[in-house]
Each structure stands twice: as structure tokens, then as C-alpha cells.
């Protein structure tokens, strides 16, 4: 009886031990340790899948994190991405979020929780053409939204309450389709205090209301069923009147044409647009313009007169003829100036003059004709020894072909000195054995006999320099 009652207590002892072992934390398959285990995976985890749906797999290392002005930025621009990455990948709250030029089609609700410290969101040049009424809960801090080159065609006020401090909202190039839905977008944009929401956004659809901008639509006749005119069949007419002449094509606007990028410096890219000459509305602000591979043959005076910020032009491959005086005019802060691989055959006399912090200039590319014309550029250049240059070299005449430009002008001086010798008029001037020819008598003496009042008056006064 006491041998049984030792073995049932060592029983009871060993199943006690068993129990407390299991109902350690992370031990076992009890219900803690699989709540533990769970965790666990979702925190591994958080940087497979977002809010937003399945996503490829990111990683710290996939996007870059860096500090500026003690601001974080996370930078994760062309990386393919279908999603946002959950908040838990990085290391730090990122203050400016970029998310351009990747392949995001839907914004779900809560697609950037954990983001709230977010002062700027870039999301153009995705593929986003819905934005869920959540979508941008918990942004309370942000003052700067780019949804621009999307294919949005509707999207609710109720999707800008979430972000009370929004002061810039970038909307166009993008399918807008002006119709009811878009009512309250609409109207929030058209209020006075939002001056910086949506400008240049405009109507792809329906055909009445078709390159209109949204902060000019009527909203009052979003709602109506039928054409505002009384012709229900207004939206179905066909535009093309070929008795009515086509509008006048100005110059092209660059908020249409370039993609706009504001951190971490505004850059305005126009690189292969098709553009014919440089387009208007550039921004005060821009820091770097690349405009190359392009058409533009000639650079006319003030094509960049408000960019007096400038600090990098990129004009490459342009097939360029010609560049006015006055033409880079104001732009004092330019450091970067690229001209190369155009049809230059010299710079004219002031182009450059502005340029007084210039340090790079590329030139390579270019037919540059070594006559009179290049000097300019060459004692430029002279003038400017802390401005390094490269192409200089000269495509013609073929007796200077593949020659260095600046070469080229020092031999030019060389044949040509300065300290010139008097020349033979001079020598005959000054030689007196040649003074009193008979020609010279002749003309004193018509000159003594002419009365005074008869002679004609000394206009110019000539004097002539060796």
C-alpha cells in the first residue's frame, strides 16, 4: 500500500512539472506558446506583405534610407513594388516617403499605417487607379501628396480628410472622369484657402467637359443627367468640325510635359518628351532641369527667367543650333551646364555672362567651327580658370579638324601679335623725306586759296591706333 501511494505521488509530480513546463512562454503547443509563435511570424513577416496585398519581398536593403537636414528620407523609387512596404521593415520613421516610378495599382485602407510621421508622400508615375476612402488614415502630419501620372479617374473628398495639414496636391495627367462621383473632390479643390490642391489636374471625360481643368469645372452640373445645354446627346458629339479651324498650339506647359520631383531638391525631368523648345510654367524653386534628348534647336531669351535657382542644366542631345544672348540670363547659381551632343558650331558673344558660379561645362558632341567666331567662348573660359570643360575641339576648317579650340586661338594670336609694329602708312607718316610731295603741296595750297567761309567743316576727328 505505501510502495503504491510513492508511485501515484511520483506521478502527480511528474505530470505537475509537465504542466509548468508547458505554459512557459514560447514552449510547447499550448494555446500561450502558439499566441507567441504567431507574433513572432507576423513580426518576421512584416516586411513580406502590406496592407495593400501581396507584394514581392522588401527588404532594409531593398530601399534607401538616408538623413538630410536630420529629416529621414526613404527612397524606394523604381523598384518594381505593387504595394506599400509595412512600416516595421525600417529602422526609423521616415519623414519623406518615395514611392515613384513603380507598379502600385490600388491603394487599400490603411495602406500606410505606421507612417504617421510622414510629412511628404511621392506616388507618381505608378499604375494607381483606385484610392479606398482609408487609404491615408493616420497621415495627420502630411503637407505634401504626388499622385500625378497615375490613371486615376475618380477619387473621393473622403479620401484627403485623414490629412488636415495637406498643402500640396499634385493630380494631373491623369484619366479624370468628371462626373458625379467627383462632385466633392471637385468642390474641396475650387475652395479659395486650397489654392495649391490640384492644380493643372483636367477632365479626360466626358467629351463637353474634356481638357478642362478640375478647378473650373460648374460642380453644380456634375450631377445632371443630361448635357447642360437641354441636348441629352451632348456627350456623344463628335468635336471634329472640319469647317472649325484647329486651336492655336502655344508652347508646351511643363507641368504636362515633365515629371516633378520635390525632394530631396525640385528636379523637373523633360528628358525624351518630344519637346520642340522649352516648355513654360518652370517652377521658381527648380533646382535641376534635364531637358536632353529632345528637339529643341534654339534657346531664345528668357526660356529660363524664372528659374533663378537653378543649379544644373542638362541640354545634351538636342541637335542645338543656335543659343541667344540673354538666353541663361539671371541664372547666377548655375554650376552644371550640359551642351554637349548638339549642332553648336560657336557661342555668341554674352551667352555665358551670368554664369558666374559656373564649375562644369560639357561640350563634346558639337561641329565647333574654329574662325573668329569661337574666340569668345576660349577667352571665356580664360576668364574663368575654376570652370572645368570638356569637347572643345574643333570639327572644321579641315586644316583645324580634331584640333584643341584653345590651341587653336593661341596660334591665331601668335600670327596675329598684339605688340604689332607700326605699319607702312605709319612709316610714311613719319618718314620726313616722303612729306611735301607734290600731291600734298597741291592740296595746302587749293586749301589756302578756298575761302573760309566755303570749306566744309570737320565732322571726325580720326585717329588711328597701331
Known amino acids: 500500500m505505501h510502495v503504491t501511494s510513492c508511485l501515484l505521488l511520483a506521478s502527480l509530480l511528474l505530470l505537475l512539472l509537465s504542466s509548468i513546463e508547458m505554459k512557459r512562454p514560447g514552449k510547447g503547443r499550448g494555446l500561450k506558446g502558439a499566441r507567441h509563435k504567431l507574433t513572432r511570424d507576423r513580426v518576421r513577416g512584416a516586411g513580406r506583405h502590406s496592407r495593400s496585398g501581396p507584394s514581392r519581398l522588401v527588404s532594409p536593403d531593398t530601399c534607401l534610407e538616408s538623413t538630410e537636414s536630420r529629416d529621414v528620407f526613404l527612397d524606394c523609387q523604381d523598384r518594381r513594388l505593387t504595394s506599400i512596404p509595412t512600416s516595421q521593415t525600417w529602422s526609423k520613421q521616415p519623414k519623406h516617403f518615395l514611392l515613384a516610378r513603380n507598379r502600385i495599382k490600388v491603394l487599400r485602407d490603411g495602406a500606410f499605417f505606421g507612417y504617421e510621421s510622414l510629412a511628404s508622400l511621392d506616388l507618381q508615375q505608378n499604375q494607381i487607379a483606385l484610392v479606398e476612402e482609408g487609404a491615408f488614415q493616420g497621415l495627420t502630419h502630411l503637407t505634401t501628396l504626388l499622385l500625378q501620372h497615375n490613371r486615376l479617374g475618380t477619387l473621393s473628398e473622403e479620401a484627403l480628410i485623414p490629412m488636415p495639414n495637406l498643402r500640396y496636391l499634385r493630380l494631373y495627367d491623369n484619366p479624370w472622369n468628371c462626373l458625379c462621383p467627383m462632385d466633392s ?30 478647378k473650373e469645372v ?167 580658370p575654376g570652370v572645368r570643360h570638356s569637347g572643345l575641339l574643333c570639327r572644321s576648317p579641315p586644316e583645324h579638324t580634331g584640333e584643341r579650340v584653345e590651341d587653336y586661338v593661341s596660334s591665331y594670336n601668335r600670327a596675329c601679335p598684339k605688340d604689332r609694329q607700326h605699319s607702312r602708312t605709319d612709316q610714311d607718316e613719319t618718314n620726313p623725306e616722303l612729306w611735301n610731295t607734290p600731291m600734298e603741296v597741291q592740296g595746302e595750297l587749293e586749301e589756302e586759296l578756298e575761302p573760309s567761309h566755303l570749306r566744309v567743316p570737320q565732322k571726325y576727328q580720326i585717329i588711328r591706333l597701331s
Open 185 to 214: 473632390l471637385i468642390r474641396t479643390l475650387q475652395v479659395p484657402s486650397n489654392r495649391n490642391l490640384g492644380n493643372h489636374a483636367r477632365c479626360a471625360a466626358p467629351i463637353r467637359l474634356q481638357s478642362m481643368k478640375l
Open 218 to 384: 460648374d460642380a453644380e452640373l456634375l450631377c445632371k443627367e443630361s448635357d447642360p445645354t437641354g441636348d441629352p446627346q451632348g456627350d456623344q458629339k463628335d468635336t471634329a468640325d472640319p469647317m472649325k479651324p484647329s486651336p492655336f498650339r502655344g508652347k508646351p506647359d511643363a507641368t504636362t510635359s515633365c515629371h516633378f520631383y520635390l525632394f530631396p531638391q525640385m528636379q523637373m525631368d523633360c528628358s525624351k518628351r518630344g519637346l520642340t523648345e522649352v516648355p513654360t510654367g518652370i517652377p521658381d524653386d527648380v533646382v535641376h532641369i534635364d531637358l536632353s534628348h529632345n528637339s529643341i534647336r534654339h534657346l531664345r531669351g528668357k526660356d529660363f527667367q524664372r528659374a533663378r535657382s537653378l543649379r544644373t542644366l542638362n541640354l545634351s542631345s538636342n541637335n542645338m543650333e543656335r543659343i541667344d544672348t540673354g538666353s541663361l540670363s539671371g541664372l547666377l547659381h548655375l554650376r552644371e551646364l550640359d551642351l554637349s551632343d548638339n549642332s553648336l558650331h560657336f557661342i555668341q558673344y554674352g551667352v555665358l555672362e551670368d554664369l558666374y558660379f559656373l564649375s562644369q561645362l560639357k561640350l563634346g558632341g558639337n561641329p565647333w567651327v574654329c574662325d573668329y567666331s569661337i574666340h569668345y567662348m576660349v577667352y571665356w573660359l580664360h576668364l574663368h
